[in-house]
């Protein structure tokens, strides 16, 4: 906290209490805002009115981040599902506070890397018209070795974006770490230019579901952040995502992402041979209930391999209506996405980023599983080397 002047100090009043005001917000005075709306009488004030008071600094960046060409060439906002770019914000009627912000351009992958169908022209071709889009594969075991491998590769890359996690980067520099961490194992990062996404990962902020794209916005104190990375390697693909905590987080956001992680974690303990698909989504709806969370039905596990995304389609809801049972063999992830308000979703104008239709939290958690003989493996488990980034997991 800065403190003002004498003069200043006798024209103030606390933007709490009203009482009279000798501290003020330093972020408001590094953003050169005006005094009235950022003065306190004490600390305790602050804290108290800091969790609506902050979006006073989201709008004052917005204001400077109205045209993209104040970031230079290359910079645009992101419009219809990745095909086209705009330099000013679009008109929506945002459902939060968080906006988007202009994105960089396309990363570019060396020749030398083997890269999926979609890679240079955006459109996926084997894919869409795969047998198995309707037939759950039973992988070989030499596919599953590829698998492992390139599950432990996007791990690993996942981790390192961890790494970076705080406040004042942006999500677009997260992006930067996971393309090249990606490129240096060899791989290709599966979501670029897949249905004409343009970048490497996901990155979904507060609000934001899932899909959402590294941009210009820094990270601030207080966000949460998904990031989801898929690597592409010896022509299979491995999927996991984390939500990470920028800072310090608020209780509920705390509780919220606890919560979806254990709701991942419950879910893989019921995975082994003869176990129908829909039971995943009663686990899974079962315990947010408990919590007072709601699970959202729009966006779906799937089966993984050779394809990106294939059958089984695993719903995260209670009551659904997934067909089959799970047999050894078979690949496929669970990624439930929690919301802390209405399940309900919607799309912003670039037609990628699902945000909470309320505009509360939402966070989510992945991992690519192998169903085994007695049991599960998960592909894409945290390592020795993971880094300590969840309090409930320290001993």
């Not at 953003?31 to 804290?47: G, H, I, N, V």
């Not at 800091?50 to 104040?70: C, I, M, N, P």
């Not at 254990?262 to 209930?289: M, Q, Y």
């Not at 945000?355 to 690519?368: I, L, M, P």
């Amino acid at each position: 906290m800065a403190g003002g002047s004498d003069v200043a100090e006798a024209m103030l009043s606390c933007a709490q209490c009203s009482k009279p005001a000798h501290l003020q917000c330093p972020k408001c005075v590094e953003l050169k805002l005006p005094r009235e709306d950022a003065a306190f009488c004490t600390q305790e004030c602050f804290k108290a009115s800091w969790s609506s008071h902050k979006s006073v600094h989201s709008k004052a960046k917005l204001a400077t981040l109205g045209r993209a060409e104040s970031l230079g060439d290359g910079w645009l906002y992101c419009l219809k599902k990745g095909q086209g770019r705009a330099p000013k914000l679009p008109h929506f009627d945002w459902t939060g506070t968080l906006r988007p912000y202009p994105i960089s351009s396309m990363r570019t992958v060396p020749s030398h890397i083997d890269q999926p169908d979609w890679a240079v022209d955006g459109i996926p071709k084997i894919e869409p018209n795969s047998d198995l889009q309707h037939v759950v594969e039973i992988k070989t075991p030499e596919q599953i070795e590829r698998m492992r491998e390139t599950c432990r590769i996007a791990r690993e890359v996942l981790d390192a974006a961890a790494r970076v996690v705080k406040p004042g980067v942006t999500t677009d520099e997260i992006d930067r770490v996971v393309h090249e961490a990606t490129i240096a194992a060899g791989a290709y990062p599966s979501p670029l230019n897949y249905h004409f996404f343009p970048k490497s990962c996901c990155t979904s902020v507060n609000e934001v579901i899932c899909h959402g794209i590294p941009d210009a916005r820094k990270l601030e104190d207080g966000d949460i952040v998904n990031v989801d990375v898929t690597v592409y390697y010896k022509g299979v693909h491995g999927d996991l995502n984390e939500t990470f905590f920028v800072g310090n987080v608020d209780e509920t956001s705390k509780q919220l992402v606890q919560c979806t992680y254990e709701c991942l974690e419950k879910a893989i303990s019921i995975v082994k041979p003869g176990v129908r698909f829909r039971e995943i989504g009663e686990v899974i709806n079962r315990h947010s209930s408990m919590s007072g969370f709601s699970v959202v039905k729009s966006y779906c596990g799937h089966g993984i391999g050779e394809l990106f995304h294939c059958a089984p389609n695993i719903p995260h809801y209670g009551r659904n209506k997934a067909v089959g049972v799970m047999k050894a063999g078979q690949t496929f992830t669970i990624e439930p996405m929690i919301n802390a308000g209405v399940w309900r979703d919607r799309m912003w104008p670039d037609g990628w980023t699902a945000v909470a239709a309320d505009g509360k939290r939402s966070a989510q958690f992945e991992h690519t599983l192998l169903v085994t003989e007695s049991g599960v493996e998960v592909l894409t488990a945290r390592l020795p080397s993971s880094p300590d980034v969840f309090p409930w997991l320290k001993p």
